[in-house]
């Protein structure tokens, strides 16, 4: 699978951006989609993910509320939309592919097989 994530930028404490992550090379209905963020320094987090299968969603608790992840299965992308957003969302985000899913590890940065190449998220406060 080959992910192309898109949709990053600059924006003010407060506003909003979607990301994209379009998928290419598979079939997903099997797939974990997610989405994960990093910062200089710090470990890779998980931030969303959902069941291609069922659109079954699962987020991290600092964006839950804010942050939506969904699919377009025609389009074979995955986006998340980013609302309220906080200077602390500041961060490379990245969307990973997991060819089997599972509640149980969809959080976890290990379990995916495949990553995108990660778009910048700039929040000015």
């Known amino acids: 699978v080959q992910l192309q994530a898109s949709g990053g930028g600059l924006v003010q404490a407060g506003g909003s951006l979607r990301l994209s992550c379009a998928a290419s090379?598979?079939?997903?209905?099997?797939?974990?989609m997610g989405w994960f963020r990093q910062t200089p320094g710090k470990e890779r987090e998980f931030v969303a993910a959902?069941?291609?299968?069922?659109?079954?969603?699962y987020y991290a608790e600092s964006v839950k509320g804010r942050f939506t992840i969904s699919r377009d299965i025609a389009k074979n992308t995955v986006y998340l939309q980013m609302d309220s957003l906080k200077p602390e969302d500041t961060a490379v985000y990245y969307c990973a592919a997991d060819s089997n899913f599972s509640r149980l590890t969809v959080r976890s940065k290990t379990t995916y097989n495949y990553w995108g190449q990660g778009t910048l998220v700039t929040v000015s406060s």
């Open positions: 090379g598979r079939t997903l209905s099997r797939y974990a």
């Open positions: 959902l069941s291609w299968g069922t659109g079954s969603a």
